[in-house]
């Protein structure tokens, strides 16, 4: 079993950065993704950005390409999300997960934090 643990969410101006974390309890596969996701109110959850355990490949959502920015800590079983130049937009519930077999599919992930809100305001 793996736990997942996000933190860092808040409120911040357009324009500004945040760093969510997210730390793991154990380990999955080293295949297997790692990634972040949204919620926003009234909408269905939606990728953002993933990575695997191992290699260093990254994807990200075409709205967060070269705004956001995935990466690990192996050591410390940690992975991170470096969001830049935040619009109103991107305004959700964020969360982690781990176990995916699918980087950008929801379903395909067997964990997930209790997610951590950020609020980008105008």
């Known amino acids: 079993q793996v736990q997942l643990v996000e933190s860092g969410g808040g409120l911040v101006q357009a324009g500004g950065s945040l760093r969510l974390s997210c730390a793991a309890s154990?380990?999955?596969?080293?295949?297997?993704?790692m990634g972040w996701f949204r919620q926003a109110p009234g909408k269905e959850r939606e990728f953002v950005a993933a990575?695997?355990?191992?290699?260093?490949?990254?994807y990200y959502a075409a709205s967060v390409k070269g705004r956001f920015t995935i990466s690990r800590d192996n050591a410390k079983n940690t992975l991170y999300l470096q969001m830049n130049s935040l619009k109103p937009e991107d305004t959700a519930v964020y969360y982690c997960?781990?176990?995916?077999?699918?980087?950008?599919?929801?379903?395909?992930?067997?964990?997930w934090g209790q997610g951590t809100q950020v609020t980008v305001s105008s």
């Open positions: 154990g380990r999955t596969g080293s295949s297997d993704a």
């Open positions: 997960a781990a176990g995916g077999r699918t980087i950008g599919v929801p379903g395909s992930y067997d964990y």
């Open positions: 990575m695997r355990w191992s290699g260093s490949s990254t």
